[in-house]
């Protein structure tokens, strides 16, 4: 009963969601090395015990010199990430199994202990879970190939070690939780294929194959799930289900196509997520951009805001990026300093992003919103203060009825599906206890600046912004006449190399009867911002 309880307690020492943001994952990168200490400390004191013991501690001391070596940069590559999440949770799994074999209930509490006392945060089931299907993600935005994925190749570069074909397995299983047959399949292939060179195989084979048959079964492939399950049957004679699988597929077959070739493996993608621009989504997300049309190539232009009387003084850059809905990017608006000031204040508030159920109001978590928050109050720092200040002067539009500065870190292929950021007429719960009106405003500032990925698309008007660090992307969600644009509707593409810090400031139509007045005729639309600039009569 001891044993049971202390599994129990690491168990719930496991904290999930430590997928969502790159940040817990730096932090974490220590654990393996906390990891190698234990070991080396148990076989120290079992003397006569397990050489696979040692064989962990030698591969944990390896793998944690590279990352050690690499830096808080390692976790900002998504394999890496993932086989650190993968070696925290599976790969440990193992070694307490063969230290509560050998009666290790006091060592492994005194584990536990430090860890109670330890702030690293450890991953569990969801995390390494999280991370493959975040692999995923990444694989279909970007068009990766699984078998240069799997050997660390992103983009024709080497970036990371090769998996291994139980770390190939992992992400496949992971897959097939989600009813996902399409990537099992593939990814089950490939380590079919690994196993064949590794002495010993790193996952049975007799494990793959049944993941395999029952994919393939579910793309139409029937002969060769059958194939695949009477391998499996032969393999591993005492399997549970092995035997009676090959029945199942026989019977369905009914004695028909049971000679000649097997038919060709043709796996078919299928959507569950019910986002009809996603083929948009995703071109626009590699940089996939339609180009601009003849007629605004001439008109899209940069200038100096100095419509205020500060900024007179220190003029702001403006880039218009598009027109119809007006786009701009408010360029160096804030400073390295101040990024890190606002990092420092919102790393230890952050939390698993949110949506707003549209029925509802509530906020709740959401596959598609992969990354963690926080809120700052402008009376929290100066620096707060300041740029709440700023973002007044350069967009013109009064902070005193807007949100307070979201800040956010994206995680392991860290992403937000098309959404918009106002509310629709369905939606009447939304912001109803602000009483501010909707969001009649989005300011977003690029804290960084991934390697690859990340970008903010607007699907539906072919424009994609790469963040660009120190600049804010500024845009309109309502028309003049306070109606919601349907066009802004955006996403924030999968990060694929690198690291995302954003911060946004939502800003409501409450208090902008002055500052952006309904216009005079119908249809009415900004074509710059600030009224004294050049461009004033353009386009």
């Known amino acids: 009963m001891r044993t049971v309880a ?31 200490t234990v070991i080396d400390q148990y076989i120290a ?100 190939d699984t078998l240069d994925l799997s050997n660390g190749i992103i983009g024709g570069e080497k ?30 292939q490939v380590a079919l294929n690994k196993i064949e060179n590794e002495s010993p195989p790193s996952v049975e084979e007799s494990e793959i194959l049944e993941y395999l048959a029952y994919s393939l079964y579910q793309q139409g492939n029937v002969r060769r799930a059958l194939s695949l399950t009477k391998r499996l049957a032969k393999i591993a004679p005492n399997h549970p289900r092995a035997k009676g699988n090959v029945k199942w597929y026989e019977d369905m077959l009914q004695g028909k196509d049971m000679v000649g070739d097997l038919p060709p493996i043709v796996n078919k993608r299928v959507e569950f997520d019910g986002i009809v621009e996603r083929d948009a989504y995703e071109a626009l997300c590699r940089g996939e951009i339609p180009p601009v049309e003849e007629k605004w190539k001439s008109k899209l232009r940069c200038y100096l805001k100095r419509d205020k009387p500060f900024l007179k003084i220190a003029p702001i850059k403006v880039e218009i990026l598009r027109f119809d809905p007006l786009a701009v990017l408010f360029k160096n608006v804030i400073s390295d300093s101040e990024i890190e000031v606002i990092k420092e204040l919102a790393s230890p508030k952050l939390k698993r992003a949110t949506v707003q159920n549209s029925k509802t109001g509530e906020l709740e978590h959401a596959t598609y919103r992969i990354s963690k928050s926080a809120w700052l109050k402008g009376d929290l720092d100066p620096v707060i203060d300041r740029v709440n200040r700023r973002i007044e002067d350069f967009t013109g539009l009064n902070q005193a009825t807007s949100e307070e500065l979201q800040v956010a870190n994206y995680g392991l292929g860290g992403h937000y599906d098309p959404h918009f950021d106002f509310a629709r007429k369905e939606e009447k719960n939304a912001f109803k206890t602000l009483n ?41 969600n309502l028309r003049r006449d306070g109606e919601g644009d349907l066009r802004t509707r955006h996403a924030a593409c999968p990060v694929l190399l690198g690291v995302k810090w954003v911060s946004n400031k939502w800003i409501h139509e409450r208090g902008q009867e002055f500052t952006r007045p309904c216009g005079l005729e119908e ?16 386009p």
């Open 6 to 36: 202390i599994v129990c307690l690491l168990a719930a020492l496991a904290n999930a969601d430590l997928f969502t943001a790159i940040a817990d994952l730096q932090h974490m990168l220590g654990a393996e090395k906390d990891v190698t």
């Open 45 to 144: 004191a079992e003397r006569a015990r397990l050489d696979d013991l040692r064989r962990y501690a030698h591969e944990y001391v390896h793998r944690n010199a590279h990352a050690e070596a690499v830096g808080p940069e390692f976790v900002t590559n998504p394999i890496n990430a993932y086989l650190l999440i993968k070696r925290l949770t599976s790969e440990w799994k193992k070694v307490e199994n063969i230290m509560l074999n050998n009666k290790a209930t006091t060592f492994l509490k005194n584990i536990t202990d430090n860890r109670v006392r330890s702030e690293v945060k450890f991953p569990g089931e969801e995390d390494l879970s999280g991370a493959a299907i975040a692999l995923l993600r990444l694989q279909d935005t970007y068009k990766l």
């Open 436 to 476: 501010t009106g909707n969001r009649i405003a989005t300011v977003l500032f690029y804290m960084s600046q991934p390697e690859r990925g990340g970008a903010t698309v607007f699907n539906h008007l072919g424009t994609a912004v790469f963040p660009s660090k120190n600049d804010a992307l500024f845009w309109y």
């Open 159 to 188: 970036v990371s070690n090769k998996l291994s074909g139980h770390d190939t397995f992992e992400v496949g299983r992971a897959a097939y939780n989600q009813k996902d047959y399409y990537h099992c399949l593939m990814w089950m």
């Open 523 to 538: 249809g009415v639309q900004e074509n710059f911002i600030g009224d004294l600039s050049p461009y004033a009569n353009d």
